[in-house]
């Protein structure tokens, strides 16, 4: 009994032990923080960057291809991120967001998907509540955001059901400067934790 007893206290210290490790807790007690480079990596085109580590120099052909996508997918729409710095780097105030760099090996097509999520607005407030859009089908209106974005840069993303699918319609279907006027509008109530506008 006592050795069962050592054993499974054991093993719940090192389950516990694991899930500390694996669960990402922003400065940690064991987290190594690294200095910050006197000049990061960065790749520029049109309204769009991305900026790295110099450790990371190798993908710096890829995130410039990258970049190049992004630029060209979200064109001069106005109210998304389009800075974008590597996990760890300090990124200025603004219309920026941090670019995680899942593995050192990351493509293009990677680091691609990666902006193309990072460009789309937070709220500011850590407190802010979703919208439910009944005309979505119920799902938050963040979802619909995100959905119309994809698809105007050719992008895959979730299939919420047919209802969902009506809604994007109707801005996918609008005029491209209609499109525009909405995503724009709806990037900014996003980032001030309002309701999406009215569908197109």
């Known amino acids: 009994p006592v050795a069962l007893g050592a054993?499974?206290?054991?093993a719940l210290v090192a389950g516990g032990t694991l899930v500390a490790f694996r669960t990402p807790v922003p400065d940690?007690?064991?987290a190594v923080r690294k200095e910050q480079p006197a000049q990061?990596?960065?790749?520029?085109?049109?309204?769009?960057?991305?900026?790295l580590w110099p450790d990371d120099r190798h993908l710096l052909p890829r995130a410039r291809a990258a970049v190049r996508t992004?630029?060209?997918g979200l064109g001069s729409l106005a109210g998304l991120n389009r800075a974008f710095y590597?996990?760890?780097?300090?990124?200025?105030?603004?219309?920026?967001?941090?670019?995680?760099?899942?593995?050192?090996?990351?493509?293009k097509d990677d680091l691609?998907?990666?902006?193309?999520?990072?460009?789309?607005?937070?709220?500011?407030?850590?407190t802010c509540e979703p919208h439910l859009l009944k005309s979505a089908g119920g799902y938050p209106d963040?979802?619909?955001?995100?959905?119309?974005?994809?698809?105007?840069?050719?992008?895959p993303s979730e299939y919420y059901g047919e209802e969902?699918?009506?809604a994007l319609e109707r801005i996918t279907g609008a005029p491209r400067a209609k499109q525009d006027r909405w995503i724009e509008a709806a990037a900014g109530a996003i980032r001030a934790c309002r309701p999406v506008p009215e569908l197109p």
């Not at 590597?86 to 493509?107: K, Q």
């Not at 691609?112 to 500011?124: E, K, V, W």
């Not at 963040?142 to 992008?155: D, H, K, P, S």
Request: proline share 8%; with cysteine.
């Open 7 to 10: 054993l499974a206290v054991a």
């Open 28 to 30: 940690s007690y064991w």
């Open 40 to 51: 990061p990596l960065c790749t520029t085109s049109g309204r769009t960057k991305a900026c």
């Open 70 to 72: 992004v630029d060209s």
């Open 86 to 107: 590597a996990d760890g780097l300090d990124r200025p105030s603004g219309a920026t967001a941090e670019l995680p760099l899942m593995s050192p090996a990351a493509t």
């Open 112 to 126: 691609t998907d990666a902006m193309f999520s990072a460009a789309l607005p937070r709220p500011r407030s850590s």
């Open 142 to 155: 963040t979802f619909l955001f995100e959905a119309a974005v994809r698809a105007r840069i050719g992008a």
């Open 164 to 166: 969902f699918g009506r």
